[in-house]
């Protein structure tokens, strides 16, 4: 079996199309339609569902992408084991963070890792919490971290570390000289809140039932700097991680004030792996610098 094939297969799994995969690997579609017919040639089975709107996996192709997943993680986990004996250090990490928890933490851990493993290759997707903990489970990432969500059993917690949630605001604003704040006192300023995949937006939800309240939410974003900008440019109050309202105070005359009333215990930063992964020493390595750093 060619493993060019699998590789040409793999990358078309991932961008959902030959011509995307084309694009990405500077590779002609001509050639990589051809591998991958090549491909089912060998199999017995057809592998893609072609149409004019892309590419989707066949029952068959279903059970070779998972198999690929697990081959191309092993050759790299060999290749790693390798350069460490030949003292090259290469080698790649793969880390998936939501946005409120890449902040200087996660910057200054991987300032000192690179400046010991310069030729390792460090890769940060900024996911929502969710798809952190898929990525976690498909073992696309390494390591994850992630704000106040259940865990699934087969994910393992290297460390937790207790958050608080802050109310973003102009100093003009009304509540801007207070202290702290309740989601009482913010439910009736037109606000804008993080997006349904945050975790911090599940608890304000839960909190704001238990309560009986209602938001006047003009706004929601998967994006904290779009409520950071918003929260300038206009009246809204917007709700936002309080690490991260305290990473952007230093570049914003905005105020950040703590909202008390979300129980802070069940909102905290988590430092996560899949359980009984085996990593190589340099991913070991980072692992260890974050959990310092939490």
Same mark, same amino acid.
Not at 82 to 91: A, E, F, P, T
């Given at each position: 079996m060619n493993f060019q094939?699998? @590789?040409?297969?793999d990358e078309v799994m991932q961008s959902g199309s030959i011509r995307k995969a084309s694009e990405r690997l500077n590779v002609a579609a001509s050639a990589i339609s051809r591998q991958i017919q090549n491909l089912e040639h060998d199999l017995g089975a057809?592998?893609?569902? +072609? #149409?004019?709107?892309?590419?989707?996996? =066949?029952?068959?192709?279903?059970?070779?992408?998972? %198999?690929?997943? =697990?081959?191309?993680? =092993?050759? #790299?986990?060999?290749?790693? $084991?390798? $350069?460490?004996? @030949?003292?090259?250090? @290469?080698g790649n990490v793969r880390i998936a963070s939501v &946005?409120?928890?890449?902040?200087?933490?996660?910057?200054?851990?991987?300032?000192?890792?690179?400046?010991?493993?310069p030729l390792v290759k460090v890769s940060i997707d900024i996911l929502d919490a969710q798809h952190v903990s898929e990525a976690l489970m498909? &073992?696309?990432? $390494?390591?994850?971290?992630?704000?106040?969500? *259940?865990?699934?059993? &087969?994910?393992?917690?290297? %460390? @937790?570390? *207790?958050?608080?949630?802050?109310?973003c605001l102009k100093g003009n604003?009304?509540?801007?000289?207070?202290r702290q704040v309740t989601l009482k006192e913010i439910s009736g300023f *037109? #606000?804008?809140? *993080?997006?349904?995949?945050?975790?911090? +937006? +599940?608890?304000?939800?839960? &909190?704001?039932?238990?309560?009986?309240? #209602?938001?006047?939410?003009a706004f929601e974003s998967n994006s904290l700097e779009f409520?950071? +900008?918003?929260?300038?440019?206009?009246?809204?109050?917007?709700?936002l991680p309080l690490a991260q309202s305290i990473h952007l105070s230093h570049s914003t005359s905005l105020c950040f004030i703590p909202i008390v009333d979300i129980e802070n215990e069940h909102y905290v930063t988590e430092l996560c792996v899949k359980r009984s992964r085996n990593f190589a020493p340099h991913v070991r390595t980072l692992l260890s610098a974050l959990e310092k750093a939490f």
């Amino acid at each position: 079996m060619n493993f060019q094939a699998l @590789r040409y297969f793999d990358e078309v799994m991932q961008s959902g199309s030959i011509r995307k995969a084309s694009e990405r690997l500077n590779v002609a579609a001509s050639a990589i339609s051809r591998q991958i017919q090549n491909l089912e040639h060998d199999l017995g089975a057809d592998l893609l569902d +072609r #149409s004019v709107r892309g590419v989707r996996l =066949t029952e068959a192709g279903e059970i070779l992408a998972v %198999k690929i997943r =697990t081959l191309f993680q =092993t050759i #790299s986990e060999v290749q790693n $084991d390798i $350069d460490n004996l @030949r003292g090259l250090q @290469r080698g790649n990490v793969r880390i998936a963070s939501v &946005e409120g928890a890449a902040n200087a933490t996660l910057a200054d851990a991987c300032a000192q890792f690179y400046k010991r493993f310069p030729l390792v290759k460090v890769s940060i997707d900024i996911l929502d919490a969710q798809h952190v903990s898929e990525a976690l489970m498909g &073992e696309t990432v $390494d390591i994850g971290i992630v704000f106040g969500i *259940p865990m699934r059993p &087969e994910i393992e917690v290297i %460390k @937790r570390r *207790p958050g608080h949630i802050a109310a973003c605001l102009k100093g003009n604003h009304p509540l801007a000289n207070n202290r702290q704040v309740t989601l009482k006192e913010i439910s009736g300023f *037109p #606000s804008i809140l *993080p997006g349904r995949g945050f975790g911090i +937006r +599940r608890l304000i939800e839960e &909190e704001i039932l238990r309560q009986n309240l #209602s938001m006047n939410m003009a706004f929601e974003s998967n994006s904290l700097e779009f409520i950071r +900008r918003m929260t300038e440019a206009t009246d809204l109050l917007g709700v936002l991680p309080l690490a991260q309202s305290i990473h952007l105070s230093h570049s914003t005359s905005l105020c950040f004030i703590p909202i008390v009333d979300i129980e802070n215990e069940h909102y905290v930063t988590e430092l996560c792996v899949k359980r009984s992964r085996n990593f190589a020493p340099h991913v070991r390595t980072l692992l260890s610098a974050l959990e310092k750093a939490f």
